[in-house]
């Protein structure tokens, strides 16, 4: 079957089993068994593929499981990064957070920056990349989402991973810059997400009662471990701009920020004297 073949096939299977962007994942799919870019599908179209290895995948996104899991692979800021069961699937609101970051970190020179809740190490990694003068501390305690993280940052020479509860700061240097794009969804409100949500690590998305535990562990914890006018930047849920700011009693110039859909995504602070 040439990738042309499977493609209109994908589309097919996945729209008759009402899976939504069938044209995307099918897409994704052939490309990803093909080896190419999604930008490059015009160019093979004639190319063979292995039908078998293609229906298993067309099967596993029909049973729900997040394409990004299929591929076993992610783009992320420029960059690729493999994901799998056991750790939170990178999104581009998070694009936004680690872009704003970035700007701000290469302005510092050498400086020591946080990743908290890493999982990926999607945002770590990717300021480590582009800001060569950092160091930066990937913090992560899952066993299950360990595994990506360490292969993502192998060969990156000042990125450190570290496996531990974000609670415990004790010998770590201070920061200059923390980030973080923790668990933010309340409890109660896991059971109601999408499906192919669901499949992610519920460790990375469950914030407690309110969604707001991990904010109170980094005020609490992470305000006495940064340097003064050290500079906050966290990813929230798009309700939670107004409780988020009223938490970081150890910060000031608190601000809010909408994400490219409109909805509060970012909230940055700077660490008071």
């Known amino acids: 079957m040439t990738v042309k073949e499977a493609y209109n096939y994908g589309v097919y299977f996945l729209s008759c089993n009402g899976v939504d962007e069938a ?20 160019l093979h179209l004639q190319d063979d593929i292995i039908m078998k290895r293609f229906a298993d995948l067309l099967w596993r996104v029909k049973s729900g499981e997040p394409l990004q899991y299929v591929i076993g692979k992610w783009d992320f800021y420029e960059s690729e990064f493999y994901v799998g069961k056991g750790v939170l699937i990178p999104r581009p609101e998070t694009e936004e957070l680690c872009d704003l970051a970035i700007k701000h970190i290469k302005g510092l020179g050498e400086c020591v920056v946080y990743d908290l809740c890493a999982g990926s190490g999607c945002i770590g990694i990717s300021v480590a990349r582009a800001c060569p003068n950092a160091t ?34 004790n010998d770590l240097k201070k920061a200059d810059v923390v980030i973080s794009n923790p668990p933010y969804i309340k409890s109660d409100d896991i059971a109601n997400l999408q499906s192919e949500v669901l499949f992610e690590p519920q460790m990375a998305l469950d914030g407690g009662k309110d969604g707001l535990d991990f904010y109170r562990i980094i005020n609490d914890n992470w305000s006495g471990m940064m340097y003064e006018n ?44």
């Open 23 to 42: 044209e995307f994942k099918s897409l994704c799919l052939v490309c990803h068994l093909a080896g190419i870019k999604n930008s490059d599908y015009p």
């Open 136 to 169: 930066v501390y990937m913090i992560e305690k899952s066993s299950d989402a360990m595994p990506y993280l360490l292969k993502n940052a192998q060969g990156i020479e000042n990125a450190r991973v570290i496996c531990g509860d974000i609670k415990n700061t």
């Open 230 to 273: 050290g500079h906050l930047f966290l990813e929230i849920g798009e309700t939670q701009g107004k409780e988020v700011s009223e938490l970081l009693t150890g910060f000031k110039d608190i601000t809010v920020i909408k994400d490219l859909y409109g909805n509060d995504r970012i909230v940055t602070a700077v660490k008071k004297g």
